[in-house]
């Protein structure tokens, strides 16, 4: 009985019993049958795929009929356009003018269910299936100026079979450039002509009127004159500029007649630098080779000052006729400008110049334009320089201000200021402290002085001893309770009435506390540890625009911190606190107490004056100066008289 139970658990029909999972056991017929069906399926799907046609849009054949009329060009096209496969695209068919008609034919002379619409530049055929498709399109198009000649653009060739026909009355010349001339006849006093053009090329038609041997070796030219007047503090500077358009024949030399009393200096054309002749008031100019086009002539004079009875406009005069003349200034000294006579004058926007002249005067800050419509012989310039700014007697190039709270909530502001004045006899600096503010000392120059008091505005005598720079330094005392808790710090610091050119701030605040910047009046600076020194004649204020509102290496995964980025960070010595302030790096954790840390270099730094007990040996301060703290700094150029810092704080400092 023991092995007929062993044979049992043995058997297949146990075996069966125990199938793993994710799996499933099929009889060998059905799963051959399985494998035979799914090759047939790709089988069929693969004779599908070889049996489709490659998805191709192609303009076969393009035709183009063009009669020229008096003022436009009526213009006939017609497309082939072959389809294979399924076109998710629509197609662009290039076509000049503007279309008025356009009808659609597919190869059964049926309509289909294909659509054709105008597009600038042509029309746009959409083949929802393929086959070939029949575009037949009437357009209207204007010949240049309107008047039977000029160039009209035919658009691009995009067939490998291309033609054009051109209708056109006998009495007009033609040309295309490019195009191959296939036949040309004349039929009923109309010109036939049919052209070939390469695919890809942009065809055009030029029509201008027919001229005789004689008439034609007359030249046609025209010009724009353009007289810019430059005035700067050390004189006015004329330039007078000369665009030549020649339509038919050529220039070999520009002739220009000068208005009485100006002298050139300098000449140039569009071939370089010539040394300018003039003989009997005429200018005279020869060309190294021939103008046919677009050419220009620059005349530069100046004058040493300005004529009472203002300043004359006589234009030059170039040969050919004048079809414009304006007038562009360009500024570098406060004064009223009008030109006179004033009806005589239209102001027109610097954007408004020829294209050709606002493209060169680009470079030229240009301040106003005029055109001119009168007579040249009465215009002139009416110049009246505006008073000068009364200079201030006195500046201040620099202002450094070092502000400490400290434990007990007094706040201590010490301003050290450089002065700039015309004379030092007499000057002085006044001062207005906060409400609640007490002077506590003054010094000039490093020696003590004892102020004025003005109805509440200190008056600090800058002294009687050379030279126009003095040294001020200036200190006053606060009493201001912070209270407990999350509270918001305020501070107005002391006003002064002369105007500030540099100003930086340096707020030390006690540990024991944490504060945020919630505004003020001057930018938060990093460059806390800049020590307040003397100015010197070459320093420069550099004014700086505003950070980016995304930093490029935030974005970063990493990024170095150099040697000069280490010594620009103030806690510098503090490692966490290196890499709390480098962009693209990001802590992992929270550092309690390493930002303190790292911070009581730059704040040992500061109150290193302090700490002695006195201010330029004046007397002893009246407060208790911390241990250690934060530094915050704080910049501005030309800031306002008025200036408030608010902070945040949490805890009692």
Do not use: C
């Not at 055929?125 to 010949?143: C, D, E, F, I, W």
């Not at 503090?233 to 330039?239: A, D, I, N, T, V």
């Not at 434990?407 to 609640?436: E, K, N």
């Amino acid at each position: 009985l023991a092995v007929l139970a062993v044979l049992g658990v043995l058997s297949p029909t146990s075996a069966a019993t125990t199938t793993p999972d994710g799996k499933v056991r099929v009889p060998l017929k059905d799963y051959l049958a399985l494998l035979e069906t799914a090759e047939r399926v790709e089988q069929q799907k693969a004779e599908v795929r070889a049996g489709q046609e490659a998805a191709v849009a192609e303009v076969v054949a393009q035709r183009l009929a063009v009669t020229v009329g008096t003022s436009e060009a009526v213009i006939t096209a017609d497309f082939e356009v072959v389809v294979r496969g399924t076109i998710l695209r629509p197609v662009f068919l290039p076509l000049a003018g503007l279309p008025e008609k356009i009808e659609l034919r597919e190869a059964a002379g049926s309509p289909g269910m294909a659509s054709v619409t105008a597009a600038p530049g042509g029309v746009v055929l959409a083949a929802p299936r393929p086959g070939r498709y029949s575009v037949h399109v009437n357009a209207r198009a204007s010949l240049g100026n309107g008047g039977g000649t000029g160039r009209l653009a035919l658009g691009r060739v995009v067939a490998p079979v291309a033609s054009a026909e051109v209708d056109l009355p006998v009495d007009l010349a033609w040309t295309s450039p490019g195009a191959v001339v296939v036949e040309e006849r004349e039929e009923g006093g109309r010109r036939r002509v049919r052209l070939a053009t390469a695919r890809g090329a942009e065809a055009f038609l030029d029509v201008r009127r027919k001229v005789d041997s004689a008439e034609a070796e007359k030249l046609l030219a025209q010009s724009v004159v353009l007289t810019i007047l430059q005035l700067r503090p050390e004189g006015l500077r004329r330039h007078d500029v000369v665009l030549y358009e020649v339509r038919r024949g050529g220039l070999d030399r520009f002739r220009v007649d000068l208005p009485a009393g100006l002298e050139i200096e300098q000449a140039g054309t569009d071939e370089g630098a010539v040394v300018p002749v003039v003989e009997d008031g005429r200018l005279t100019i020869h060309r190294q080779r021939q103008l046919q086009g677009a050419g220009y002539l620059v005349l530069s004079s100046s004058l040493p000052s300005l004529p009472a009875a203002g300043l004359p406009l006589a234009a030059v005069a170039p040969e050919p006729e004048v079809r414009a003349r304006y007038l562009a200034l360009a500024s570098a000294v406060a004064a009223d400008v009008r030109p006179l006579p004033e009806g005589s004058w239209v102001r027109v926007d610097v954007s408004d110049l020829p294209p050709t002249l606002s493209e060169a005067l680009s470079a030229l800050d240009l301040t106003a334009a005029w055109r001119f419509g009168g007579k040249g012989e009465e215009a002139r310039l009416a110049v009246t320089e505006l008073p000068a700014v009364p200079a201030a007697e006195a500046t201040i190039r620099r202002r450094d201000t070092t502000t400490l709270l400290t434990v007990d909530g007094t706040l201590l502001h010490l301003d050290r200021f450089t002065i700039d004045s015309q004379g030092r006899t007499g000057a002085a600096l006044d001062v207005t402290l906060p409400a609640g503010g007490k002077l506590w000392s003054t010094q000039v120059d490093g020696q003590p002085v004892r102020p004025l008091d003005r109805g509440g505005v200190i008056s600090v005598p800058l002294g009687f001893s050379g030279g126009v720079r003095a040294e001020v330094e200036v200190v006053s005392v606060l009493e201001k309770a912070v209270p407990p808790g999350r509270s918001l710090l305020a501070f107005e610091l002391p006003q002064v009435t002369l105007p500030v050119q540099l100003h930086r701030l340096r707020l030390l605040l006690p540990e024991g506390a944490s504060y945020r910047v919630r505004r003020g009046d001057l930018r938060f600076s990093l460059d806390t540890h800049e020590r307040p020194a003397s100015v010197r004649e070459d320093d420069v204020i550099t004014v700086t625009a505003e950070s980016p509102m995304l930093d490029e290496r935030r974005i970063s995964t990493g990024a170095t911190v150099t040697q000069r980025e280490l010594e620009k960070i103030p806690t510098a010595r503090d490692p966490w606190a290196t890499l709390q302030n480098s962009p693209g790096v990001l802590t992992d954790r929270i550092n309690v107490g390493g930002n303190e840390s790292g911070q009581q270099s730059v704040f040992k730094q500061e109150i290193e004056g302090l700490r002695q007990g006195r201010v330029g040996g004046v007397k002893p301060l009246p407060v208790a100066i911390p241990e250690g703290g934060k530094v915050f700094g704080f910049s501005g150029v030309l800031p306002p008289v008025r200036i408030t810092v608010e902070l945040d704080v949490k805890g009692n400092p």
